[in-house]
């Protein structure tokens, strides 16, 4: 039962409090003096603090400051009926966490004390996660300096403990993946499986047995049955990355499972029940695929229950430096060396676009950090880019050695990483550019190990 102490001079005002807080489930001690007030809730915890502005001996705001300069935890809410909204700046910008101006109806208390409940349950969930973020560096890739990325915090902080869809969007490379880590990781599914599977990386032939499973004699080559990853996920999370990519007949069934919680396995006639927390992401705007055609509506609105949307990195610059800075920690506790980057390279790092995102970031740090055995980092050492091996030129050099498929593959793996490299890292613009999309970029890339 959360407690609440009622500071007013009115002896009516106190007993009306009283008697309504009561009843809506509070604890509640009522004092008439602010002095006496103060001694008593900085000597036992109260909640919640509502408290008149006019009173003798000790106004509401004196006793609003010292209770915040002496270290009171309590919300404090202010009552008054004089001053209107310059005594609610006033009380805000003295630590107040709202303000009621009396007379007031009995369902605006209640409705302000809940509010404020709920606020401090959302603080110490963001706490609490950013606790669990600092204390797995393995996983902490996601720095939340920039207001926008606090915003994302925030709202994981608030989805994590409800069993509902979460649709993460942002460009390629800006950290969804870390996103629904921890939301998992902040969960009451933490013990479970985490299972993720990017839908555009595996042929549309194979996906529907990967998600769902099989049975022994289902399609050529299936000698046994196999469990999918919503089998694997069972009790914990699945991640659908790239969902925009998931083929329309395969949209329908997942669409079914997220209605009924069944899934079917490939050559099976029976379902089965599973307990699964599915979040989604992509680079696509899926209501623009929906407009399109190429997305069902009805599995967008299944999966778009609570939207994170993930800025990129060139919209949050004040979190480069301290990713940057994350990135050498980790990776001098990876290779055993003493690893520090420059003020200069801090600053070179800070002016770049980084197009790729936090990925592009990540890798142009990894391969600095293997390319020197400097301890400081400098920005010669950060500028250093792969270069793609150029093709074999067709009919030259060797007399024609190699056969003309070696030759139209060595060219195409040039073209593909030329495109990754012109679009840092991005694969999304990368696809683009060839004109082929993004399931095939993703192919091909796999084919040609440039993963």
Same mark, same amino acid.
């Given at each position: 039962?959360?407690?609440?102490?009622?500071?007013?001079?009115?002896?009516?005002?106190?007993?009306?409090?009283?008697?309504?807080?009561?009843?809506?489930?509070? *604890?509640?001690?009522?004092?008439?003096?602010?002095?006496?007030?103060?001694?008593?809730?900085?000597?036992?915890?109260?909640?919640?603090?509502?408290?008149?502005?006019?009173?003798?001996?000790? @106004?509401?705001?004196?006793?609003?400051?010292?209770?915040?300069?002496?270290?009171?935890?309590?919300?404090?809410?202010?009552?008054?009926?004089?001053?209107?909204?310059?005594?609610?700046?006033?009380?805000?910008?003295?630590?107040?966490?709202?303000?009621?101006?009396?007379?007031?109806?009995?369902?605006?208390?209640?409705?302000?004390?809940?509010?404020?409940?709920?606020?401090?349950?959302?603080?110490?969930?963001?706490?609490?996660?950013?606790?669990?973020?600092?204390?797995?560096?393995?996983?902490?890739?996601?720095?939340?300096?920039?207001?926008?990325?606090?915003?994302?915090?925030?709202?994981?902080?608030?989805?994590?403990?409800?069993?509902?869809?979460?649709?993460?969007?942002?460009?390629?490379?800006?950290?969804?993946?870390?996103?629904?880590?921890?939301?998992? $990781?902040?969960?009451?599914?933490?013990?479970?499986?985490?299972?993720?599977?990017?839908?555009?990386?595996?042929?549309?032939?194979?996906?529907?047995?990967?998600?769902?499973?099989?049975? $022994?004699?289902?399609?050529?080559? *299936?000698?046994?049955?196999?469990?999918?990853?919503?089998?694997?996920?069972?009790?914990?999370?699945?991640?659908?990355?790239?969902?925009?990519?998931?083929?329309?007949?395969?949209?329908?069934?997942?669409?079914?499972?997220?209605?009924?919680?069944?899934?079917?396995?490939?050559? @099976?006639?029976?379902?089965?029940?599973?307990?699964?927390?599915?979040?989604?992401?992509?680079?696509? @705007?899926?209501? *623009?695929?929906?407009?399109?055609?190429?997305?069902?509506?009805?599995?967008?609105? $299944?999966?778009?229950?609570?939207?994170?949307?993930?800025?990129?990195?060139?919209?949050?610059?004040?979190?480069?430096?301290?990713?940057?800075?994350?990135?050498?920690?980790?990776?001098?506790?990876?290779?055993?060396?003493?690893?520090?980057?420059?003020?200069?390279?801090?600053?070179?790092?800070?002016?770049?676009?980084?197009?790729?995102?936090?990925?592009?970031?990540?890798?142009?740090?990894?391969?600095?950090?293997?390319?020197?055995?400097?301890?400081?980092?400098?920005?010669?050492?950060?500028?250093?880019?792969?270069?793609?091996?150029?093709?074999?030129?067709?009919?030259?050099?060797?007399?024609?050695?190699?056969?003309?498929?070696?030759?139209?593959?060595?060219?195409?793996?040039?073209?593909?990483?030329?495109?990754?490299?012109?679009?840092?890292?991005?694969?999304?613009?990368?696809?683009? $550019?060839?004109?082929?999309?993004?399931?095939?970029?993703?192919?091909?890339?796999?084919?040609?190990?440039?993963?």
């Amino acid at each position: 039962m959360k407690r609440v102490l009622v500071v007013d001079d009115e002896p009516g005002l106190r007993q009306s409090l009283g008697l309504l807080l009561s009843d809506a489930g509070y *604890a509640v001690t009522p004092e008439s003096d602010g002095r006496k007030a103060l001694e008593r809730a900085l000597a036992e915890p109260f909640d919640l603090v509502l408290c008149d502005v006019r009173m003798p001996e000790m @106004d509401g705001l004196a006793f609003l400051r010292t209770y915040r300069s002496r270290g009171g935890t309590g919300l404090v809410i202010m009552m008054s009926a004089y001053g209107g909204e310059d005594a609610a700046l006033a009380a805000m910008k003295e630590g107040a966490y709202d303000y009621l101006p009396k007379p007031f109806r009995p369902d605006e208390v209640v409705l302000t004390l809940r509010k404020a409940e709920e606020r401090e349950g959302l603080r110490r969930d963001v706490a609490g996660l950013r606790a669990q973020l600092a204390a797995n560096p393995a996983e902490r890739g996601l720095v939340a300096e920039s207001r926008a990325m606090q915003a994302a915090l925030d709202l994981v902080a608030r989805v994590a403990e409800h069993n509902t869809t979460v649709l993460i969007t942002g460009e390629s490379g800006t950290g969804k993946e870390v996103i629904a880590r921890a939301i998992h $990781r902040a969960s009451p599914r933490v013990g479970r499986a985490f299972v993720g599977i990017n839908c555009a990386a595996i042929p549309e032939s194979l996906l529907e047995s990967e998600l769902f499973g099989h049975v $022994r004699g289902a399609f050529t080559g *299936a000698s046994a049955d196999k469990a999918g990853l919503f089998d694997q996920a069972d009790g914990g999370t699945l991640l659908l990355d790239e969902i925009g990519e998931l083929p329309g007949p395969l949209q329908a069934k997942l669409l079914r499972v997220l209605q009924e919680g069944e899934i079917r396995r490939v050559g @099976d006639q029976k379902t089965r029940r599973v307990d699964v927390r599915v979040l989604a992401a992509t680079a696509r @705007d899926l209501a *623009a695929e929906v407009a399109a055609g190429r997305f069902r509506e009805d599995l967008f609105y $299944r999966l778009n229950v609570v939207a994170i949307e993930l800025p990129p990195l060139r919209e949050r610059r004040e979190d480069i430096a301290p990713l940057a800075r994350h990135f050498v920690a980790r990776l001098a506790q990876r290779f055993g060396r003493p690893l520090v980057l420059s003020d200069a390279a801090v600053a070179w790092v800070g002016e770049q676009e980084w197009r790729g995102n936090v990925r592009e970031l990540e890798n142009a740090i990894e391969r600095a950090v293997v390319l020197t055995d400097k301890e400081t980092l400098e920005p010669d050492d950060l500028a250093r880019a792969p270069r793609p091996t150029p093709p074999a030129p067709v009919g030259g050099g060797g007399g024609g050695e190699g056969t003309l498929k070696d030759l139209v593959e060595a060219t195409e793996r040039h073209v593909i990483a030329a495109a990754l490299e012109a679009s840092g890292g991005n694969r999304r613009a990368a696809a683009q $550019r060839l004109d082929v999309s993004l399931r095939t970029l993703f192919y091909k890339m796999s084919r040609y190990g440039l993963d």
